[in-house]
């Protein structure tokens, strides 16, 4: 059983930024692609950044490239999402996801989400 466990999010002012982590247990990162998604109220759940299994591929949505960066710590079992020049228009519940295949393409496991609000 795979858990993942967000943490990091808060409000933070436009033009901040702030850091999104999320912890693993039951099988380690190094097994599995992993990313973020966000969900804003009123709207559907969106993609916003993945990370291949091997680390060498990386994905954003057009929403966030060049502001937002996702990475892995090997040795801490997680996965970042450094958000950076973030705009009120990434308010919104962030959800770490995660895949056994070497690509996130479809997410099999979920964490429970943090918020994230910022401020104009």
Do not use: H
Request: net charge positive; hydrophobic share 35%; proline share 2%.
């Amino acid at each position: 059983q795979v858990q993942l466990v967000e943490s990091g999010g808060g409000l933070v002012q436009a033009g901040g930024s702030l850091r999104l982590s999320c912890a693993a247990s039951g099988r380690t990162f190094e097994t599995m692609s992993m990313g973020w998604f966000r969900q804003a109220p009123g709207k559907e759940r969106e993609f916003v950044a993945s990370l291949s299994r091997n680390t060498i591929s990386m994905a954003y949505a057009d929403s966030v490239k060049g502001r937002f960066t996702i990475s892995r710590d090997g040795a801490r079992n997680t996965v970042a999402l450094q958000m950076n020049k973030v705009k009120p228009e990434d308010t919104a519940v962030y959800y770490c996801a995660a895949s056994r295949g070497a690509v996130l393409t479809t997410p099999e496991y979920w964490g429970q989400g943090t918020q994230v609000t910022v401020s104009s």
